[in-house]
Structures are given as structure tokens and as C-alpha cells.
């Protein structure tokens, strides 16, 4: 679980990089495929450099492929997602019942008063102003607890349940589970399986003045027991115009991964010098 939420943080502090030539990754057509990675190792290679594999700890199993984009972004890596989980644990997840919306109240509560209000304040400004640019999540038996930014957060303690609900910044977490929508990141675990979803706008590499954020990064990672091919671990990293083609890293593994967040760091970059974004 630990792996798991620090991928999903890294995913969201890691920078562009250094400048690099203008590449029109609109209109990219082969791969640029490394012997190495980091702790990834090339395994092979297509003829048209359209697919490359690599081996990570683990026995991992990683698949670099220049996806096109049908229909649009969301949709293709909607249909990449039920690959990996299957249909029926995809269809789990899309058929959870949500929780219902509170009841309006008939008029605003009274604000509290002395240190209440200004930490509440103070959670709520940091939680829409920080663009979830830092993320720390722990839990444990007793407490759950979620950072948003340098200075401020919001910590929940409770034996049963907890919520916090503050402009961008969504929580809830129980006993051995929690759900956390925060700036573009979902994050549902429980009873040790988790599924974690990142998705941002971002401008491509050699676009860092436009005012149109024309490129995607996105992030899913899915642990669970009933995985397609007795899968215990699988997921993806994505780069690329939204329009396409996406640079996708695929991965899979049939153990836990003890360097999940380093093999997840140098996907990251194996995926973004190719897609851009």
C-alpha cells in the first residue's frame, strides 16, 4: 500500500525536466527505447519501434507502446484500464454506490471561533490554492492523516469514521479503508488492495508560454486479488498530446513490489522523453 501512495506522489511533484530540442510529438511515429532505465532493462524491441518491453524488480513486466487516441484521451485510457483490471472489476468499480449529498441547510452555519477557525480557514485556502503540488499520506490502525501543501493540512482522528470535505481536498476513511480526491487524484484503498488515479493537463515540452495546456499525464495503478492472469499489480503511466499518440508504459507484476516507487520513478521518465507532456 505504502509503494502504491508514494507513486501517486511522485506522480504529482515530478517537474518537466531540463529544456530540450522541439520535438513535434504530435506526429511521432517510433519509440526511443534505452537498453536502460534506470532499474528497467530492455528486453526487446519492435521493427517499427512502435512497442518495446522492458523487466523491472520484481519479474515486473513493462510494455512501452505509442498508443493512438480514439474517440479522445479519457476514452482510450478508459479502455486501457479494463484491459488491465478485466471487465468485471472494472464494472465493480463504476457501479459503487455513492454516497449520497449532504441535505442544504437552510442557512450558513455560524462560523467557529478562536484557533477552529483559522485552521479551518486555513485548510480550505491551502487545499484549492495548492494545486495538490505536495501530497502525504499515512494511516494506521488508529489514525488517518492527509497533507496538502508545505504548512497546512487536515488531520482526522477516529476510531470508526472520518470525513473532510474542503474546496478540492475530498476524504473519507474508516476502518481499513479510505478514499481521497484531491486535485485530480483519486485514491480508493481497502484491506490492503488500492486503486489510484492521476490525471493532469499539462503544456508539451517547448510549449512553456502557451496559454493552452495541449498535453496529459496520467497515472493508474490498481492492486487487488482478483486481477486477470493472477496478476497482483498492474498499471500504466501516460504522456502525450491529447490528441495523440500517448507514450504508454504498461506495467504488470505477479508479486509485491518492495522498489515499486523507483520502478515507477524511471517509467515516469522513460515515458515523458517520449511523450513529452
Same mark, same amino acid.
Request: glycine share 10%.
Given at each position: 500500500?505504502?509503494?502504491?501512495?508514494?507513486?501517486?506522489?511522485?506522480?504529482?511533484?515530478?517537474?518537466?525536466?531540463?529544456?530540450?530540442?522541439?520535438? $513535434?510529438?504530435?506526429?511521432?511515429?517510433?519509440?526511443?527505447?534505452?537498453?536502460?532505465?534506470?532499474?528497467?532493462?530492455?528486453?526487446?524491441?519492435?521493427?517499427?519501434?512502435?512497442?518495446?518491453?522492458?523487466?523491472?524488480?520484481?519479474?515486473?513486466?513493462?510494455?512501452?507502446?505509442?498508443?493512438?487516441?480514439?474517440?479522445?484521451?479519457?476514452?482510450?485510457?478508459?479502455?486501457?484500464?479494463?484491459?488491465?483490471?478485466?471487465?468485471?472489476?472494472?464494472?465493480?468499480?463504476?457501479?459503487?454506490?455513492?454516497?449520497?449529498?449532504?441535505?442544504?441547510?437552510?442557512?450558513?452555519?455560524?462560523?467557529?471561533?478562536?484557533?477552529?477557525?483559522?485552521?479551518?480557514?486555513?485548510?480550505?485556502?491551502?487545499?484549492?490554492?495548492?494545486?495538490?503540488?505536495?501530497?502525504?499520506?499515512?494511516?494506521?490502525?488508529?489514525?488517518?492523516?492527509?497533507?496538502?501543501?508545505?504548512?497546512?493540512?487536515?488531520?482526522?482522528?477516529?476510531?470508526?469514521?472520518?470525513?473532510?470535505?474542503?474546496?478540492?481536498?475530498?476524504?473519507?476513511?474508516?476502518?481499513?479503508?479510505?478514499?481521497?480526491?484531491?486535485? %485530480?487524484?483519486?485514491?480508493?484503498?481497502?484491506?490492503?488492495?488500492?486503486?489510484?488515479?492521476?490525471?493532469?493537463?499539462?503544456?508539451?515540452?517547448?510549449?512553456?508560454?502557451?496559454?493552452?495546456?495541449?498535453?496529459?499525464?496520467?497515472?493508474?495503478?490498481?492492486?487487488?486479488?482478483?486481477?486477470?492472469? %493472477? *496478476?497482483?499489480?498492474?498499471? *500504466?503511466?501516460?504522456?502525450?498530446?491529447?490528441?495523440?499518440?500517448?507514450?504508454?508504459?504498461?506495467?504488470?507484476?505477479?508479486?509485491?513490489? $518492495?522498489?515499486?516507487?523507483?520502478? *515507477?520513478?524511471?517509467?515516469?521518465?522513460?515515458?515523458?522523453?517520449?511523450?513529452?507532456?
Amino acid at each position: 500500500m505504502r509503494v502504491i501512495l508514494l507513486a501517486a506522489a511522485s506522480t504529482l511533484v515530478m517537474g518537466l525536466g531540463a529544456c530540450a530540442p522541439r520535438v $513535434d510529438y504530435a506526429h511521432r511515429t517510433a519509440l526511443d527505447c534505452p537498453d536502460r532505465q534506470g532499474v528497467l532493462e530492455r528486453t526487446s524491441i519492435a521493427a517499427d519501434r512502435k512497442t518495446c518491453t522492458y523487466r523491472g524488480p520484481g519479474n515486473a513486466e513493462i510494455t512501452l507502446q505509442l498508443t493512438p487516441v480514439n474517440g479522445d484521451a479519457a476514452t482510450t485510457l478508459a479502455a486501457l484500464e479494463t484491459s488491465l483490471v478485466g471487465p468485471a472489476a472494472a464494472a465493480s468499480v463504476e457501479t459503487e454506490p455513492k454516497a449520497p449529498a449532504p441535505p442544504e441547510a437552510p442557512k450558513p452555519p455560524a462560523p467557529p471561533s478562536g484557533d477552529v477557525a483559522r485552521a479551518a480557514q486555513e485548510a480550505a485556502q491551502d487545499a484549492k490554492g495548492s494545486g495538490a503540488s505536495e501530497e502525504d499520506w499515512n494511516s494506521d490502525s488508529d489514525r488517518t492523516a492527509v497533507t496538502i501543501g508545505k504548512n497546512h493540512g487536515v488531520i482526522v482522528d477516529g476510531d470508526d469514521h472520518a470525513k473532510v470535505d474542503l474546496p478540492g481536498l475530498h476524504i473519507e476513511a474508516g476502518d481499513h479503508k479510505a478514499k481521497v480526491n484531491v486535485a %485530480g487524484v483519486k485514491i480508493d484503498a481497502s484491506n490492503g488492495e488500492a486503486t489510484v488515479h492521476v490525471v493532469k493537463d499539462v503544456r508539451l515540452r517547448g510549449e512553456p508560454f502557451s496559454r493552452e495546456r495541449r498535453g496529459l499525464r496520467a497515472t493508474f495503478i490498481a492492486k487487488r486479488d482478483n486481477l486477470p492472469d %493472477g *496478476y497482483r499489480f498492474v498499471g *500504466y503511466q501516460a504522456s502525450g498530446p491529447k490528441s495523440g499518440p500517448l507514450t504508454v508504459g504498461v506495467v504488470k507484476s505477479r508479486e509485491d513490489l $518492495d522498489e515499486g516507487n523507483r520502478l *515507477y520513478h524511471d517509467l515516469q521518465r522513460l515515458v515523458r522523453r517520449n511523450g513529452g507532456a
